[in-house]
């Protein structure tokens, strides 16, 4: 699902609304291997532009969700995390300032977003390692160990 920030309306060629019209390709129709080829890269662009953690909500902001996004300028790649994952939604972001570009950001909640992480944290440097073990932890969740 391609999601567009509210009052912000686009126009015809744009990238999102190309993106809406594309066929997905699921990853069960694709051998195994390549399967797992698509994974570690999409793993290793998560690794340097990704992130993740649990975020507070509810009206008294006691509630903790997980959450999983990916921003980049690139919407073919961000793209691909909603196609190979089959979840999740984007967002364009406009520019925040006068010399920056708009952005792209694939975003997975909640239970869908912590198998994403599950998926792609072992291909994660030791840094993301770390802090998804922490929060798998404090979730009481399984820890995925290395095939």
């Known amino acids: 699902m391609v999601e567009k920030n509210q009052g912000h309306h686009l126009k015809e060629g744009h990238p999102l609304k190309e993106l809406e019209s594309q066929p997905k390709k699921y990853k069960h129709e694709q051998p195994k291997i390549l399967v797992q080829n698509r994974l570690a890269y999409l793993a290793g662009v998560f690794d340097g532009e990704g992130s993740f953690g649990l975020w507070s909500q509810g009206s008294k902001r006691t509630d903790r969700i997980f959450q999983i996004q990916v921003e980049m300028r ?74």
């Open 74 to 147: 690139d919407i073919d790649i961000v793209a691909k995390f909603q196609e190979f994952f089959a979840c999740g939604t984007i967002q364009y972001r406009a520019p925040r300032t006068e010399n920056a570009e708009a952005t792209h950001v694939w975003r997975c909640k909640g239970t869908k977003g912590l198998e994403c992480a599950k998926a792609m944290m072992i291909f994660w440097g030791e840094r993301r390692m770390t802090k998804i073990i922490k929060i798998l932890t404090e979730l009481k969740q399984d820890i995925p160990q290395p095939r």
